[in-house]
């Protein structure tokens, strides 16, 4: 049973940081970070392969946000420095069926239950 529980997220002023921790459980793949804003749809963030040694980022986000994981941990993080306000959403992590970085939302399958990033201005 594949158990995802994030954390790490609260509300910050715009130009912030803050780190989100993903424990995972049950699974070993490639993980993504995913954010779903108030009458948006859900979209990619941030992924990384099994081992680490490829990430993929939204142009959004590339260069203020790092994903990275301890599998000895069975964490994934996301560290998000230079937050704007349309950063705010709520945050997902999620497990692929791959070993390797993707994007879609289509290719995962498991999903944690979200944890709220507010940045105000």
């Known amino acids: 049973q594949v158990q995802l529980v994030e954390s790490g997220g609260g509300l910050v002023q715009a130009g912030g940081s803050l780190r989100l921790s993903c424990a995972a459980s049950g699974t070993k793949s490639a993980m993504g970070w995913f954010r779903q804003a108030p009458g948006k749809e859900r979209e990619f963030v941030a992924a990384i392969s099994w081992g680490g040694g490829s990430t993929a980022y939204a142009d959004s986000v590339k260069g203020r946000f790092t994903i990275s994981r301890d599998n000895a941990k069975n964490t994934v993080y996301l560290q998000m420095n230079s937050l704007k306000p349309e950063d705010t959403a709520v945050y997902y992590c999620?497990?692929?069926?791959?070993?390797?970085?993707?994007?879609?939302?289509?290719?995962?399958?498991?999903w944690g239950q979200g944890t709220q990033v507010t940045v105000s201005s």
């Open positions: 999620a497990a692929s069926r791959a070993l390797t970085v993707v994007v879609s939302t289509r290719q995962y399958a498991y």
